[in-house]
Structures are given as C-alpha cells and as structure tokens.
C-alpha cells in the first residue's frame, strides 16, 4: 500500500513544541485528505486533526485545539503537524494516514492499515 510516511517525533520539555511530518510515499499528498491520530499507552488510539483536499475541512481534537496547527506544503508532498505547549496528555505515538473521512466536526479512520508512527515524548 501507498500510505504517509511520518517522522520528526522525539523529546520535548512540559510548554515546548515540536513540529512533525508526513511525506507521500509515492503518491501525491495533495491529492487525499490528510490526518493525524495518536495512540498512548494504555489508551485507545485517537484522531487528533484532520485536513480535507475535497473541501478544505480542519478538524481540531478538542485536546488539542488551539495548540495544534495542521498544514501541508505541497511543493514538498509533505503534511505537518505543529504542536506547541505540550503537555502531559500529549505523549503518543503520531500516526500519519490517508485513508480517512474529515470535516470540522469529525474524523474517521476508513482504514485498518497503520504505519510505524512517530514517537513524541514530553518530559522535564
């Protein structure tokens, strides 16, 4: 399968930020609409925001609304999330997918497929 790549995860102090990326691993990513889940330990894996090509939809997780930025730049076939004042909650493996249904109020994944995700850590 043809699925996002992610990377850029990594250690972060408590009201630090990080920016993670997905690239399209030989599809076009301006093509599909993009998002984000995350999965902690010992908890069920969750949509954290989402990006819709057909109606340019965004969708924020109320958890991290106002903190986190979803973006792509299609010049680099590249999708981002930028997260800034992490905190606590926010520990997960970040799962990049393309195969899901988006608009400002929900997200959904369409697809039981997950690649290796990004491991993003915060921690003093």
């Known amino acids: 399968q043809l699925q996002p790549v992610e990377s850029g995860g990594g250690l972060v102090q408590p009201g630090g930020s990080l920016r993670i990326s997905c690239v399209g691993s030989?599809?076009?990513?301006?093509?599909?609409?993009i998002g984000w889940f995350r999965q902690a330990p010992g908890k069920e894996r969750e949509g954290v925001a989402c990006?819709?090509?057909?109606?340019?939809?965004?969708y924020y997780a109320n958890a991290v609304k106002g903190r986190f930025t979803i973006s792509r730049d299609n010049a680099k076939n590249t999708s981002y999330l930028q997260m800034n004042s992490l905190n606590p909650e926010d520990p997960a493996i970040y799962y990049c997918?393309?195969?899901?249904?988006?608009?400002?109020?929900?997200?959904?994944?369409?697809?039981?497929?997950w690649g290796q995700g990004t491991q993003v850590t915060v921690s003093s």
């Open positions: 030989g599809f076009t990513l301006d093509k599909y609409t």
């Open positions: 997918v393309k195969d899901l249904l988006c608009g400002t109020y929900y997200i959904a994944r369409a697809s039981n497929y």
């Open positions: 990006s819709s090509h057909r109606d340019d939809s965004i």
